[in-house]
């Protein structure tokens, strides 16, 4: 099981921000969902050893997130919400410049595991150029890059497709899925259940800190329904309404 947890507890005085959730991920796309506050960018700190929990225990890949946190941390990558490209240097420079920080000393190694990075982010043609010229849809799959040039077992990504556009966004999965198809396990943080649904394996329901609920994303559509109050200011009955709407 490359993640497992139990009781995993994060308070922040007295308000508490992730409570006591259970989770088993391997070789999969797991999706966990919720809005924004719900505990999700919390859960993936504590789990990639940015985070101390304060109660509860994880292990990825086999090592403990409390007491083995450089072994965590060389068998997985984690791409956070925020962007961090440097757009004063090219694409292959940003990939190297990670590859470093991940100890790849031998430079012929190094160049090798650059190279594939690029390629499988089908980015090699633009490696040269400065990334202050790659679009935010670019600048995501050089960040993918950068995270896969030490060949992870997990990767980690809080709000990947955040700030894309459409295309943008159906693009960002498409490589995210192949990942997956290439033996790395995918945990991915979201609030757009249309891409949870279309692309996880399995989907985890973050609410306020509790993991509600757990599944294929189709079983877990079908359990909900959508209510919609509308108020008005105006006493005088609607003689009209949308499509779609009924009292």
């Given at each position: 099981?490359?993640?497992?947890?139990?009781?995993?507890?994060?308070?922040?005085?007295?308000?508490?921000?992730?409570?006591?959730?259970?989770?088993?991920?391997?070789?999969?796309?797991?999706?966990?969902?919720?809005?924004?506050?719900?505990?999700k960018t919390t859960t993936v700190?504590?789990?990639?050893?940015?985070?101390?929990?304060?109660?509860?225990?994880?292990?990825?890949?086999?090592?403990?997130?409390?007491?083995?946190?450089?072994?965590?941390?060389?068998?997985?990558?984690?791409?956070?919400?925020?962007?961090?490209?440097?757009?004063?240097?090219?694409?292959?420079?940003?990939?190297?410049?990670?590859?470093?920080?991940?100890?790849?000393?031998?430079?012929?190694?190094?160049?090798?595991?650059?190279?594939?990075?690029?390629?499988?982010?089908?980015?090699?043609?633009?490696?040269?150029?400065l990334t202050k010229g790659y679009?935010?849809?670019?600048?995501?799959?050089?960040?993918?890059?950068?995270?896969?040039?030490?060949?992870?077992?997990?990767?980690?990504?809080?709000?990947?497709?955040?700030?894309?556009?459409?295309?943008?966004?159906?693009?960002?999965?498409?490589?995210?899925?192949?990942?997956?198809?290439?033996?790395?396990?995918?945990?991915?943080?979201?609030?757009?259940?249309?891409?949870?649904?279309?692309?996880?394996?399995?989907?985890?329901?973050?609410?306020?800190?509790?993991?509600?609920?757990?599944?294929?994303?189709?079983?877990?559509?079908?359990?909900?329904?959508?209510?919609?109050?509308?108020?008005?200011?105006?006493?005088?009955?609607?003689?009209?309404?949308?499509?779609?709407?009924?009292?």
């Open positions: 099981m490359k993640i497992l947890a139990h009781g995993l507890t994060k308070d922040y005085g007295n308000n508490r921000a992730v409570n006591g959730i259970d989770l088993s991920v391997d070789n999969e796309v797991y999706g966990l969902l919720g809005p924004n506050g719900s505990g700190s504590m789990l990639t050893t940015l985070m101390r929990p304060t109660a509860g225990s994880a292990v990825i890949c086999g090592h403990d997130i409390a007491t083995e946190q450089s072994a965590v941390r060389e068998c997985m990558s984690y791409v956070p919400q925020d962007m961090a490209v440097d757009i004063r240097m090219t694409g292959r420079e940003n990939v190297d410049f990670f590859a470093r920080l991940y100890g790849i000393r031998d430079r012929h190694e190094r160049r090798r595991r650059v190279e594939d990075a690029l390629e499988i982010m089908n980015l090699s043609d633009r490696a040269d150029d679009s935010g849809g670019m600048r995501r799959r050089l960040e993918l890059a950068q995270a896969l040039v030490h060949q992870p077992e997990v990767l980690f990504l809080d709000e990947p497709t955040v700030g894309l556009d459409v295309a943008a966004r159906r693009s960002i999965w498409e490589y995210i899925v192949n990942l997956k198809n290439h033996g790395v396990t995918i945990f991915v943080t979201t609030h757009q259940m249309d891409e949870a649904e279309r692309y996880c394996d399995r989907v985890g329901i973050l609410k306020k800190g509790d993991l509600v609920n757990e599944g294929v994303p189709s079983d877990l559509t079908s359990q909900m329904k959508s209510v919609i109050t509308i108020r008005t200011d105006s006493h005088a009955p609607l003689k009209e309404l949308p499509e779609g709407v009924a009292l």
